[in-house]
T-cell receptor
Framework: AQSVTQLGSHVSVSEGALVLLRCNYSSSVPPYLFWYVQYPNQGLQLLLKYTSAATLVKGINGFEAEFKKSETSFHLTKPSAHMSDAAEYFC?????????????FGTGTRLKVLA | KAGVTQTPRYLIKTRGQQVTLSCSPI?????VSWYQQTPGQGLQFLFEYFSETQRNKGNFPGRFSGRQFSNSRSEMNVSTLELGDSALYLC??????????????FGQGTRLTVV
């Protein structure tokens, strides 16, 4: 069965500092991986996705993630945090079986940006 | 292009009642999925509909049901409400036929409170 683990339910960084949010997956088949962001009282917005085309994926708002098969990881990074990045971030995996759109989400990481 | 629309945004119901939530997907999207988000359990997959047929189902009791109409709009119903059903219910639509790596677009959710 596929699963996703997000290390750290809360992460605090200073404005301008590096953001690193960790995600490890478990999958017996090559997975499709996603990062979503959720602002208070909002739905989820896609930041980026990995679909095996390239291991380094660039997303919106300056975020990027690197797929490392050997480490079964898909960590999210941003070189310089901005106050507007404060939100909850979810890593998700979707099985590579065609015809299904079920996502399995991690438990989320709440990012706090300190002035 | 309009996003995923969920109605109502907020709902308060009494234990034992039933509730119906509505979701209008992005125009052209034929896959609609539903998720329950709670602080304790995180984001959990409820079910997915495609062309009016339930294609996937999560691990929820039979009190949770859904349907999809010919115009792809979807409803989910929860009968005999319990306090533990209080959650944010998120609907997501996808452009089916593009493969499982296709991203899902989420609505803002319906916040259900059971008292």
């Amino acid at each position: 069965a596929q699963s996703v683990t997000q290390l750290g339910s809360h992460v605090s960084v200073s404005e301008g500092a590096l953001v690193l949010l960790r995600c490890n997956y478990s999958s017996s088949v090559p997975p499709y991986l996603f990062w979503y962001v959720q602002y208070p009282n909002q739905g989820l917005q896609l930041l980026l996705k990995y679909t095996s085309a390239a291991t380094l994926v660039k997303g919106i708002n300056g975020f990027e993630a690197e797929f490392k098969k050997s480490e079964t990881s898909f960590h999210l990074t941003k070189p310089s945090a901005h106050m507007s990045d404060a939100a909850e971030y979810f890593c998700a995996v979707s099985p590579s079986t065609s015809g299904t759109y079920k996502y399995i989400f991690g438990t989320g990481t709440r990012l706090k940006v300190l002035a | 292009k309009a996003g995923v629309t969920q109605t109502p945004r907020y709902l308060i119901k009494t234990r034992g009642q039933q509730v119906t939530l509505s979701c209008s997907p992005i125009s052209g999207h034929r896959s609609v999925s539903w998720y329950q988000q709670t602080p304790g359990q995180g984001l959990q997959f409820l079910f997915e509909y495609f062309s009016e047929t339930q294609r996937n189902k999560g691990n929820f009791p039979g009190r949770f049901s859904g349907r999809q109409f010919s115009n792809s709009r979807s409803e989910m119903n929860v009968s005999t409400l319990e306090l533990g059903d209080s959650a944010l219910y998120l609907c997501a639509s996808s452009l089916a036929g593009q493969g499982p790596g296709t991203e899902a677009f989420f609505g803002q959710g319906t916040r259900l409170t059971v008292v």
